[in-house]
C-alpha cells in the first residue's frame, strides 16, 4: 500500500512521470539498434529460399559472390545478384555504427540527406545509427556503475554509522584521502598505460564514485542506531548484520534512492567526457564523447554538434525530472 501510494505520489509530478515513459521509451528503443540501424538486411529472399543476415553471418559466395568471407550487403555485385533472384528489406537505418559509407559521393562529414539523416561523421559513419548505438552503450554504463557504487558505498556507510567509533573514524579519514586524490591525473596515467575497455573503465570509475551516497547513509545510521527499537533488537538478542540489514538499511534506501537518478545522470556525464577527451573507450565503440569532440573539431558541420547536444542535454534532463519525482514521492509531507 507505502509503495503504491508513494507512487500516485510521483505520477502526481507530471513532467517526472512523463519523463520516466520518455527515458523508458528511448532506452527500449536503443536496446534493438541492431533491428533499427545494421548493415545486414533483416531478411533476404533469393533463388526461392529465405535468409536472416541480421542474425547469421553469410558468406558472399552465397549470393554468387566471389569471396567465402562475410558478405557486404553494400556491394553493387551482392545487389545486383540479389535483386535478379529475389529482394531483401534493410533496416529503417541501413548502417551500423561503425560502417563507413564508402559510396558518399561529397566529403565528410557530410550534411543530413535522404540516406543518412542525421549526416555522417569525419569518417562517413551515420551519426543516428552512432548516437543509437551510444545511447544503450551510456545508459548501460551509466546503471552498473551506479548499481555496483551504490551497493558498495551504502555498504561502507552503514558498517560506519551503525558500529561508531574507532572504525567510523578509521574509514572517515581513508575516505577523505581517497577523496583528495587528482582523479583526472590518475584517469590519465592509467589511459597511458592500459588501452580502456568498457568493463575496464567501468572499474576504474568505480574506484572513484562509490563515496558518492557512503556520507548520507553514515549519517542516517548515526541518527537511527541509538533510536529504542534499535536498542530492543540488541537486548533480544538479535544480530548487528540482521538490525543493520532488516532494520535500519530500509530507513537509510529511502534518502538514497532518490539520489540515484542524479548518480546516473553524473556516471553518463563522465563517459562522455572521458570520450572527450580521448581517455575513455575505443574509437570502435559507439561512444557519445566521440561525437562531442567531432562537434567540436567540425564546427562547418553543426549537424554533428546539434544533434549530439540535443541528445545528452535531452538525456541528462529527462534523469534529472524523473529524480525530483522521486524525490518527492518519498517527501514524507506528502503522503497522506
Given at each position: 500500500m507505502i509503495i503504491k501510494e508513494n507512487f500516485k505520489i510521483f505520477k502526481k509530478n507530471k513532467r517526472a512521470y512523463v519523463s520516466l515513459l520518455i527515458f523508458l521509451f528511448i532506452f527500449v528503443l536503443?536496446?534493438?539498434?541492431?533491428?533499427?540501424?545494421?548493415?545486414?538486411?533483416?531478411?533476404?529472399?533469393y533463388k526461392g529460399n529465405y535468409y536472416f543476415p541480421i542474425f547469421k553471418v553469410y558468406a558472399d559466395n552465397l549470393w554468387d559472390g566471389d569471396f567465402p568471407s562475410a558478405?557486404?550487403?553494400h556491394d553493387p555485385i551482392i545487389k545486383n545478384n540479389i535483386k535478379k533472384h529475389g529482394w531483401m528489406i534493410f533496416p529503417p537505418v541501413p548502417y551500423s555504427f561503425n560502417t563507413v559509407d564508402y559510396e558518399l559521393d561529397k566529403a565528410t562529414p557530410s550534411n543530413p540527406d535522404a540516406t543518412h539523416w542525421l549526416g555522417t561523421d569525419e569518417e562517413g559513419r551515420d551519426v543516428l545509427a552512432r548516437i543509437?548505438?551510444?545511447?544503450?552503450?551510456?545508459?548501460?554504463?551509466?546503471?552498473l556503475l551506479t548499481l555496483i557504487s551504490s551497493v558498495i558505498g551504502i555498504a561502507i556507510g552503514a558498517i560506519q554509522g551503525?558500529?561508531?567509533?574507532?572504525?567510523?573514524?578509521?574509514f572517515q579519514r581513508l575516505i577523505e584521502i581517497w577523496d583528495?586524490?587528482?582523479?583526472?591525473?590518475?584517469?590519465?596515467i592509467i589511459a597511458s598505460v592500459f588501452l580502456p575497455t568498457f568493463w575496464g573503465l567501468l572499474l576504474?570509475?568505480?574506484?572513484?564514485s562509490w563515496t558518492g551516497l557512503t556520507g548520507m547513509v553514515r549519517a542516517e545510521f548515526l541518527r537511527v542506531r541509538?533510536?529504542?527499537?534499535?536498542?530492543?533488537?540488541?537486548?533480544?538478542g538479535v544480530s548487528n548484520w540482521r538490525i543493520i540489514y532488516k532494520h535500519i538499511l530500509p530507513n537509510a534506501l529511502v534518502t538514497s534512492v532518490t539520489f540515484i537518478p542524479f548518480i546516473m545522470a553524473e556516471a553518463i556525464t563522465a563517459l562522455s567526457a572521458l570520450d572527450f577527451l580521448g581517455l575513455g573507450l575505443p574509437s570502435d565503440y559507439p561512444s557519445l564523447g566521440d561525437l562531442v569532440r567531432?562537434?567540436?573539431?567540425?564546427?562547418?558541420?553543426?549537424?554533428?554538434?546539434c544533434s549530439i547536444f540535443i541528445v545528452l542535454s535531452g538525456l541528462l534532463s529527462l534523469l534529472i525530472f524523473i529524480g525530483e519525482g522521486i524525490r518527492d514521492m518519498f517527501d514524507t509531507r506528502k503522503i497522506q
Amino acid at each position: 500500500m507505502i509503495i503504491k501510494e508513494n507512487f500516485k505520489i510521483f505520477k502526481k509530478n507530471k513532467r517526472a512521470y512523463v519523463s520516466l515513459l520518455i527515458f523508458l521509451f528511448i532506452f527500449v528503443l536503443s536496446l534493438f539498434s541492431e533491428l533499427i540501424a545494421n548493415d545486414n538486411p533483416l531478411i533476404v529472399k533469393y533463388k526461392g529460399n529465405y535468409y536472416f543476415p541480421i542474425f547469421k553471418v553469410y558468406a558472399d559466395n552465397l549470393w554468387d559472390g566471389d569471396f567465402p568471407s562475410a558478405t557486404n550487403y553494400h556491394d553493387p555485385i551482392i545487389k545486383n545478384n540479389i535483386k535478379k533472384h529475389g529482394w531483401m528489406i534493410f533496416p529503417p537505418v541501413p548502417y551500423s555504427f561503425n560502417t563507413v559509407d564508402y559510396e558518399l559521393d561529397k566529403a565528410t562529414p557530410s550534411n543530413p540527406d535522404a540516406t543518412h539523416w542525421l549526416g555522417t561523421d569525419e569518417e562517413g559513419r551515420d551519426v543516428l545509427a552512432r548516437i543509437l548505438y551510444g545511447i544503450r552503450l551510456s545508459v548501460i554504463f551509466a546503471f552498473l556503475l551506479t548499481l555496483i557504487s551504490s551497493v558498495i558505498g551504502i555498504a561502507i556507510g552503514a558498517i560506519q554509522g551503525y558500529f561508531g567509533g574507532k572504525i567510523d573514524l578509521i574509514f572517515q579519514r581513508l575516505i577523505e584521502i581517497w577523496d583528495s586524490l587528482p582523479q583526472l591525473f590518475i584517469l590519465i596515467i592509467i589511459a597511458s598505460v592500459f588501452l580502456p575497455t568498457f568493463w575496464g573503465l567501468l572499474l576504474i570509475l568505480l574506484l572513484f564514485s562509490w563515496t558518492g551516497l557512503t556520507g548520507m547513509v553514515r549519517a542516517e545510521f548515526l541518527r537511527v542506531r541509538n533510536f529504542e527499537y534499535v536498542k530492543a533488537a540488541k537486548v533480544l538478542g538479535v544480530s548487528n548484520w540482521r538490525i543493520i540489514y532488516k532494520h535500519i538499511l530500509p530507513n537509510a534506501l529511502v534518502t538514497s534512492v532518490t539520489f540515484i537518478p542524479f548518480i546516473m545522470a553524473e556516471a553518463i556525464t563522465a563517459l562522455s567526457a572521458l570520450d572527450f577527451l580521448g581517455l575513455g573507450l575505443p574509437s570502435d565503440y559507439p561512444s557519445l564523447g566521440d561525437l562531442v569532440r567531432q562537434g567540436k573539431d567540425n564546427l562547418q558541420a553543426p549537424w554533428i554538434g546539434c544533434s549530439i547536444f540535443i541528445v545528452l542535454s535531452g538525456l541528462l534532463s529527462l534523469l534529472i525530472f524523473i529524480g525530483e519525482g522521486i524525490r518527492d514521492m518519498f517527501d514524507t509531507r506528502k503522503i497522506q
